[in-house]
């Protein structure tokens, strides 16, 4: 390994070069405290499921609007309301993923993590609109979506700013 002159103007470096970083001095590497990341995303994932879960039950139970499931399943509905709660704690999970893998890779990680997040939840909205189904549950469904997607979205933005300062 070569040391190279600073008083040189014009200096030839090797690609054996190394070069420490200043004690003192902040790398450009991106920080994450992913205990912490991953801990909110957990945490999250629980909000997402609890969401999912009381607004199935406001839903159906008190507005008697049937989503997921036909009349006769009840308040709670069938095996798709659990489905339906797992996939929230999942979409939340997916969004620590996405965070995570956005602070360590591109610049300004917060504006394409709301963008991504934004649009997901968007298109999560629409999809009960794809379907057969009466237009009560359509509209029911489709705010339960954007409710679920919009408590990730938050909910992550703020485990991101805990856990990064390149957040």
Do not use: C
Not at 89 to 115: E, K, Y
Request: net charge negative; aromatic share 8%.
């Amino acid at each position: 390994m070569t040391v190279p002159d600073p008083d040189q103007p014009t200096r030839r470096f090797d690609q054996g070069d190394y070069y420490p970083q200043p004690r003192g001095q902040s790398s450009n590497r991106p920080t994450i405290d992913a205990a912490k990341l991953w801990a909110g995303g957990i945490a999250a994932a629980i909000v997402a499921a609890l969401v999912a879960m009381v607004g199935i039950l406001l839903i159906r139970g008190v507005l008697n609007i049937n989503i997921l499931a036909p009349e006769s399943a009840g308040t709670y509905g069938s095996a798709s309301t659990t489905m339906y709660v797992l996939l929230a704690a999942g979409a939340a999970i997916v969004a620590t993923a996405l965070l995570h893998l956005l602070v360590l890779s591109v610049p300004d990680p917060r504006s394409f993590f709301n963008w991504i997040v934004l649009l997901a939840t968007l298109a999560a909205a629409i999809v009960p609109w794809t379907v057969f189904a009466e237009t009560e549950a359509k509209i029911a469904t489709s705010i339960l979506n954007l409710v679920i997607g919009l408590s990730v979205l938050s909910i992550i933005n703020t485990v991101g700013n805990a856990a990064s300062q390149d957040f």
